[in-house]
């Protein structure tokens, strides 16, 4: 099964379900993201912008695992290149949050993530789901 059909299927469960259906499928190996993430890094206590390219059509996978488990119920928010808010909500009480974007644009988007008090792992893959 390619990216693309697996996304749509994905997409019918709704955001919840379809979330929780992706980060199965990502923790089992049975979608890989990408070897090198396009950006990583940690963020303590303090909002945090990464900004990394993608072209149109492809896929953004997005990791945030809170590392020193305070429990903190943090943000986040993606960016098109026009500044335009494509995905944002509050980070997963289970400690891990995976999002994916269909980039409809090229250019430099922006992941800002705020953990409020905790301590968060952040990674962001960019894959064509056509490879």
């Not at 994905?10 to 199965?24: R, S």
């Not at 590392?67 to 980070?91: A, I, K, M, N, Q």
């Not at 997963?92 to 922006?110: K, L, M």
């Amino acid at each position: 099964m390619n990216r693309r059909r697996l996304l749509s299927i994905i997409v019918t469960f709704g955001v919840g379900g379809g979330g929780i259906f992706l980060a199965f499928l990502i923790d089992q190996g049975i979608i890989e993201v990408g070897e090198e993430a396009a950006v990583s890094g940690t963020v303590s206590r303090q909002s945090r912008r990464f900004q990394f390219d993608v072209t149109a059509g492809e896929d953004i996978f997005i990791e945030i695992r809170e590392t020193d488990e305070r429990g903190s119920r943090g943000t986040f928010t993606l960016s098109d290149p026009d500044g335009t808010e494509v995905e944002s909500g509050r980070l997963s009480p289970t400690g891990t949050t995976h999002e994916t974007h269909h980039a409809t644009q090229t250019g430099t988007y922006a992941l800002e993530a705020d953990p409020q008090r905790s301590e968060l792992r952040v990674s962001v893959s960019v894959t064509d789901p056509e490879a």
